[in-house]
């Protein structure tokens, strides 16, 4: 009879500690929707001009949410790869209307970019094609095409989880590796991992890039305080925004309470325990 009771105890206590509310541990950066952002006036359709918009950066093997419909601390891998467009242009377009589209080479099946897909003038465009088709794959010759026009094109080399691919700076001849992804914001050479020279990258080719401590967050800055990349050859440099940034792997939120509450719990489960024995010794048939 002891043995039945000390079960029936534990079986409560073992409920209530499992249904207690936990705080998840998510990664703190920032994240972009997929339903693209409505850019002000009446954006012209997107000319099948080669290099006049660019493939900005990619992250391929996401290992965290950054596809803001993604519930807070969960992932899905191809909802949360993403590809970031940038326009060096001064003017707005409509790519939706020029039917763009990302594929992975000729006769290759494509992703349409959706409804509303249009980019401001020096600035960025975020979009998921993986989750529609597996667009975004090792080695793959990812292209944006318009008209049947490729207007830019980069090869995704193998990368470590959470690392995108990207042009230092924005809209630049130059691609990195970086730990420090700026999804739907300005590219930076903030902790970027040398890369070895690759071919057909695009408008632009690959060499190394002396490693600097400037983390920033993937917060979107407003378009209009944006600057254009500095041109080749000046001297000029690029103040761009500074943000800091968490690490990608956060510690689980404690706000202090967790333990009392357990305490409570198991204690409350240990009374109502008694209770039941109690009732039980009372009105058990002599």
Known sequence: MRLRFFTALLIVALFLNATTPRALSASIHGCASPNPPPVPGSPATAPAIPGWLLINEVLL??????NCSEPNGTFTPGRNAWVELYNPQSQPYNLYAAHASFDTGPNTLASYLPLGAAIAPHGYLVLFPSANIGTLVI??????VIAGVTI???NIPSLPADQSFARIPDGSNFWR???TPTIDTSNMASQVIP???SSNQGSGGSGDVTPTSAPITGT???WSNLQLP???????SVVKPMLTTVAASSMP????WDAPRRILLTALAVLLALMLFWCWHLFRTP
């Open 139 to 144: 080695h793959a010759n990812l292209r944006l």
């Open 152 to 154: 830019d094109q980069v």
């Open 220 to 222: 979107q800055a407003a």
């Open 61 to 66: 093997t996401p290992a965290s949410t950054w």
């Open 195 to 197: 890369t070895a020279s």
């Open 177 to 179: 590796i970086t730990n």
């Open 253 to 256: 939120v404690n706000d202090g």
């Open 230 to 236: 500095t041109p080749v050859g000046t001297a000029t």
